[in-house]
């Protein structure tokens, strides 16, 4: 008699499930987050495209425009860009954390 086992399913059911950490983000933050789908929806529509066409173009589902859209924080930064690459706003992306005043005034204290 041969008793084939499966491998996998044994280590997958003896593993213990990690526990996965929620990003959650405080309602002032989550405005910001909405207010970039709501830019990137209207940019959308400035430039006369509809869902399917965007989506298509940046190599992501429907659906998941429709996230970043309304400004979802589990969608991946990269969905987030190649959308704003088939808008033509991809250099966008080179002003987020751009202008640190905050980390210069606190280098300029040490200098003192």
């Known amino acids: 008699m041969l008793i084939i086992i499966n491998v996998y399913t044994i280590f997958v059911e003896n ?3 990690m526990k ?3 990003n959650i ?3 002032k933050h ?3 987050m909405e207010q970039i789908g ?3 929806k209207l940019a959308r529509k400035r430039r006369k495209l509809t869902m399917v066409q965007v989506a298509e173009r940046a190599g992501i589902d429907r659906t998941t425009l429709y996230q970043i859209e309304n400004g979802n924080q589990k969608v991946s930064i990269g969905a987030y860009f190649n959308v704003m690459r ?3 706003l991809q250099d966008d992306f080179l002003k987020l954390a751009g202008d640190d005043d905050f ?3 606190l280098q300029d204290l040490e200098l003192l």
């Open 25 to 27: 983000l405080f309602p």
């Open 38 to 40: 709501e830019n990137i």
């Open 15 to 17: 593993t213990p499930h």
């Open 20 to 22: 996965t950490k929620k």
């Open 103 to 105: 980390g210069r005034k």
């Open 30 to 32: 989550q405005k910001i």
């Open 86 to 88: 088939v808008l033509g």
